[in-house]
């Protein structure tokens, strides 16, 4: 059998094989659906201006049978490849067709080296297929914890949480519908999340106010992406999102996207006027019971090592980045300082993180639910 061809696709053509290309998703290891082809060739679209995007494929008899989505910047005088869109808490991966040859990740990451002197790929598992494109050094970034879902919600709440917990969190949501009339809206349709998620854009700004904020919602570029794919994903069942209002007013949301029967926690937010009735929990459960009310089998919860998120999966699968696939003068050096950056940036950050936990008083991270006012466990 001859080997896989590697090609370069438009968005266009990315769009117009998206079954193909998102057939490769859903048969990773960890489907993400940062990396479904409506994601990817919107994103590509957003930052053709301001990078250099190879949407790299692999064909075999005219069928796809591998992906590496890429924008190629600089940094200290090299070429740098990283997946499309950066990192923004999401597990992402080379993809692979089930029938792909073996040497399909070596031929995907030589069609990357003319244009790229080293790659930082974020996301990676441990037994990453991007591994298997040449080497790699994989340092974690943050841990993402995972939630086995199932059709029973209440069922897999119960087994998570325990009923004194349960109980705190009705009465939250008590105390909440006491200050006003609450509704709870969760958006599936393009017109209702267009809709809506000008609203939870509202929310986040209360929330990070005066903070430091990298994500696609903290920037007026990142809004008008996410207005414009938010719709084109929901139109194939990808996205979905829990706004809360109270008079009216939005108090919190929970965002998520879905590739196949994952479903990924992506962006969540409150008020913090009303943080201590954890609005932001409530949105959250009920994206949980959406996500297993329409089939999902996991569900990503993502973000860091929040005492939330840990007592509600049922396991930890940190996300790494890989730095590697390093070449010439330019690309070798540039690797080495890179992971030695990298590295330097996680010991600052666990040192961070130490030091809240002894002020805390061993309570990592000083609170249990996505609110800043959680410790609520008086009955």
Not at 44 to 68: K, M, Y
Not at 143 to 172: C, F, M, N
Request: one cysteine or more; hydrophobic letters at 45%; a neutral charge.
């Amino acid at each position: 059998m001859p080997p896989p061809i590697a090609t370069t696709l438009s968005p266009a053509d990315l769009r117009r094989r998206g079954g193909e290309w998102d057939a490769m998703v859903v048969a990773s290891a960890r489907p993400s659906p940062f990396m479904l082809a409506t994601y990817l060739a919107a994103r590509a679209e957003h930052l053709a201006a301001a990078t250099t995007i190879l949407l790299i494929a692999a064909e075999l008899d005219g069928r796809l049978v591998g992906g590496l989505p890429l924008q190629v910047d600089r940094w200290a005088g090299a070429r740098l490849g990283s997946f499309v869109g950066g990192f923004d808490g999401e597990a992402s991966d080379l993809l692979l067709a089930p029938a792909a040859p073996p040497e399909t990740p070596t031929i995907l990451a030589a069609a990357a080296r003319p244009h790229a002197d080293l790659v930082q790929l974020a996301g990676l598992g441990p037994t990453s297929a991007a591994a298997r494109g040449g080497d790699l050094t994989l340092i974690e970034r943050v841990a993402a914890h995972v939630l086995d879902a199932g059709p029973d919600w209440e069922a897999i709440y119960a087994a998570h949480v325990s009923a004194q917990t349960r109980k705190t969190h009705r009465k939250r949501r008590r105390r909440l519908e006491a200050s006003g009339e609450l509704e709870v809206h969760v958006a599936t349709s393009p017109d209702d999340i267009t809709r809506l998620l000008p609203a939870a854009f509202a929310v986040h700004r209360a929330r990070w106010d005066g903070l430091r904020d990298g994500s696609l919602f903290g920037t007026d570029s990142g809004r008008a992406f996410s207005l414009a794919v938010a719709p084109q994903m929901a139109a194939h069942g990808a996205a979905y999102l829990v706004l809360l209002e109270l008079d009216g007013a939005p108090v919190a949301f929970q965002y998520a996207f879905r590739a196949g029967t994952t479903v990924s926690l992506f962006r969540i937010g409150h008020d913090p006027a009303h943080a201590r009735n954890a609005p932001g929990l409530i949105a959250m459960l009920t994206a949980l019971e959406h996500a297993c009310a329409t089939g999902a089998t996991r569900i990503e919860l993502l973000g860091g090592a929040e005492d939330y998120k840990a007592g509600l999966s049922d396991r930890n699968e940190p996300l790494n980045d890989g730095v590697g696939w390093a070449h010439g003068a330019a690309g070798r050096p540039a690797a080495l300082a890179r992971v030695a950056d990298l590295r330097a940036r996680r010991l600052l950050k666990r040192s961070a993180l130490l030091r809240r936990i002894i002020r805390g008083g061993g309570r990592r991270g000083g609170a249990p639910g996505p609110t800043s006012g959680a410790a609520d466990e008086d009955g």
